[in-house]
């Protein structure tokens, strides 16, 4: 192993260490990481920034200041209301109306899009029933995840493998999709164990729940039509963005400055409300973990995964999807499933139908993003809203919940791929 590799892998490792003891700020740890590899010679700037992704920061920003917009309007309070009196002002079936919107939402959208039109809903509905909105937020996190593992323009990871193997939606829809219904429900029968049995919330704040008026908590009704509008407009850009050639921070980014435009909002007001904190962490964490791929470390990691298995098919399906899993807890999942893939056509064109392989990459990448507050973009985002408005998720109270369930998750992709392909 190189001096450089080590360099890397020490870097790495401290900046884990720090977020996840949180020692230090996480956006202060992902920073200084990235500069400790620019100054030490690993990277240099120019090439420490071409591992920053910026379709997902364009994403990010865009659709925050898109929902600094929209929210204005009094939309979220008026499907909170909705949502409250569907669900009779009673906590435990309102969390799980949620989760499964949330769910719906990130098999269509992407999973930030999803949390950042979810989570103001949430804290106005919480609020009025005057309960601790973490519950809530922890299981929209691992709905997110879990939804956006379904489809093929669900999560990043799912695009990259679709588009290398030429998988259709279709096919996403009856592979991982079918196998996200039973994580889903399983996910949701142990959230009653976890959180629904101890929900409680007083009478008195039920019935005023449902004495609301829905009607009333819409602020702006010109804002409101437009943002109606837009929102279909984004959701149908989402949907259809191979189709019509823009990469997804395109569309986010034009719909917020179609929103600036026509929403006659203050713009420093809105600008304020991005969570330039977050940006900055993403920005940092990239680049640390571009590190490990400048280096070949990453590289040198996923050929290991292959020699260990000997070309035995059902182990090989097992090792990527448990591995992709652990690392996607603690990594980025984009430049490792972007490692494998490679590989993966490598093994294809020696003769080895690789179908179940990429389905394995998909569910293990994807779901390993519950595993920790840091293994996905809507982990962060969320968690990020919820610190700000005073109700911490720390690194440790989400990996006590989040990690196990992630592997509950995995046991049972692990059953369906047994059962599908073996």
């Given at each position: ?21 949180e020692k230090l700020h996480r956006t202060v740890a992902a920073v200084a990481g990235a500069l400790l590899l620019i100054l030490t010679g690993v990277l240099s700037v120019e090439s420490g920034f071409s591992y920053v992704d910026l379709n997902t920061l ?18 979220f309070e008026y499907i909170a209301i909705k949502a409250a009196k569907i669900a009779k002002g009673r906590p435990w079936p309102l969390m799980v109306l949620f989760a499964l919107i949330t769910a719906v939402l990130s098999a269509f959208l992407d999973n ?5 039109l979810i989570g103001p809903m949430t804290l106005a509905i919480t609020s009025m029933l005057r309960i601790n909105p973490i519950p809530f937020f922890m299981t929209q996190i691992m709905a997110s995840n879990i939804g956006g593992t379904a489809t093929l ?270």
């Amino acid at each position: 192993m190189t001096s450089t590799q080590i360099i890397a892998i020490v870097i790495f490792l401290v900046t884990m260490a720090a977020i996840m003891t949180e020692k230090l700020h996480r956006t202060v740890a992902a920073v200084a990481g990235a500069l400790l590899l620019i100054l030490t010679g690993v990277l240099s700037v120019e090439s420490g920034f071409s591992y920053v992704d910026l379709n997902t920061l364009g994403v990010l920003i865009g659709m925050m200041l898109f929902v600094a917009v929209v929210k204005n309007s009094g939309i979220f309070e008026y499907i909170a209301i909705k949502a409250a009196k569907i669900a009779k002002g009673r906590p435990w079936p309102l969390m799980v109306l949620f989760a499964l919107i949330t769910a719906v939402l990130s098999a269509f959208l992407d999973n930030v899009t999803t949390v950042l039109l979810i989570g103001p809903m949430t804290l106005a509905i919480t609020s009025m029933l005057r309960i601790n909105p973490i519950p809530f937020f922890m299981t929209q996190i691992m709905a997110s995840n879990i939804g956006g593992t379904a489809t093929l323009i669900g999560d990043p990871p799912n695009i990259m493998i679709g588009s290398a193997a030429g998988l259709s939606f279709t096919d996403f829809i009856t592979n991982t999709g079918v196998a996200v219904l039973f994580v889903l429900a399983a996910t949701i029968v142990c959230f009653y164990f976890i959180y629904g049995r101890k929900l409680h919330v007083e009478p008195e704040a039920m019935d005023s729940i449902l004495q609301l008026d829905e009607n009333k908590a819409i602020k702006d009704r010109s804002l409101l039509i437009k943002s109606v509008v837009m929102i279909l407009l984004v959701v149908f850009g989402f949907v259809f963005h191979s189709q019509l050639h823009l990469e997804s921070c395109t569309i986010a980014l034009t719909a917020a400055a179609v929103m600036l435009l026509i929403g006659r909002q203050d713009v420093e007001e809105i600008v304020a409300g991005v969570e330039w904190t977050t940006i900055l962490f993403f920005t940092g964490l990239f680049i640390v973990v571009g590190g490990l791929q400048e280096t070949g470390v990453i590289q040198i990691l996923a050929n290991g995964l292959m020699d260990l298995t000997e070309g035995h098919m059902t182990l090989t399906i097992l090792l990527i999807l448990w591995v992709s899993a652990i690392i996607s807890s603690f990594l980025d999942n984009i430049p490792f499933v972007a490692t494998l893939i490679p590989l993966i056509l490598t093994m294809q064109s020696s003769g080895v139908d690789v179908t179940p392989l990429w389905w394995a990459v998909s569910l293990g990448a994807c779901l390993g993003g519950n595993g920790t507050l840091i293994g996905a973009s809507a982990n962060v985002v969320l968690s990020g809203i919820s610190n700000r408005h005073g109700f911490p998720i720390t690194f440790a109270s989400y990996f006590k919940v989040g990690f196990p369930l992630m592997l509950v998750s995995v046991a049972i992709s692990t059953v369906f791929l047994l059962l599908r392909f073996t």
